[in-house]
């Protein structure tokens, strides 16, 4: 039996599932404003030394390490998020190759819970 809709702030009636097209707009809004502030990505530490690192890493280290995935690895992800922590960011034995989908997936979830 399918899921009843159900009634938006803005007052639309959305299907079970779905999300209103102001509910988009706001999480886009918001997205925007979080990226406006955020560093660059060379800022944060991933330049050209972060990059030659990275890629000799994955040459040595080139399946995903999730378990019961074993997928050609393309990210380099830090177990323990170093948050600004260079020393963090660094040490090689807080990195783990992962691929893609493993890390937008398991990985991001997994952050959010802790």
Same mark, same amino acid.
């Given at each position: 039996? &399918?899921?009843?809709?159900?009634?938006?702030? #803005? @007052?639309?009636?959305? &299907?079970h599932g779905e999300r209103c097209a102001c509910q988009v707009a706001r999480t886009r809004a918001r997205n925007k404003r979080h990226? $406006?502030?955020?560093?660059?990505?060379?800022?944060? @530490?991933?330049?050209?030394? %972060?990059?030659? $690192?990275?890629?000799?890493? +994955?040459?040595?280290?080139?399946? #995903?390490?999730? &378990? @019961?995935?074993?997928?050609?690895?393309? +990210?380099?992800? !830090?177990?323990?998020? !170093?948050? @600004?922590?260079?020393? +963090?960011?660094?040490?090689?034995?807080? %990195?783990?190759? +992962?691929?893609?989908?493993? !890390?937008?997936? !398991?990985?991001?979830?997994?952050?959010?819970?802790?």
């Amino acid at each position: 039996m &399918p899921r009843p809709p159900h009634i938006c702030t #803005c @007052g639309n009636i959305v &299907p079970h599932g779905e999300r209103c097209a102001c509910q988009v707009a706001r999480t886009r809004a918001r997205n925007k404003r979080h990226d $406006a502030r955020r560093p660059s990505a060379s800022t944060r @530490g991933y330049g050209s030394k %972060w990059r030659a $690192a990275r890629d000799a890493f +994955l040459k040595i280290n080139n399946r #995903c390490a999730w &378990p @019961g995935c074993g997928a050609k690895a393309t +990210l380099v992800d !830090h177990i323990i998020p !170093h948050r @600004g922590d260079m020393n +963090l960011f660094w040490d090689r034995s807080n %990195w783990q190759p +992962l691929c893609t989908s493993c !890390h937008s997936r !398991h990985k991001q979830r997994q952050e959010r819970r802790s």
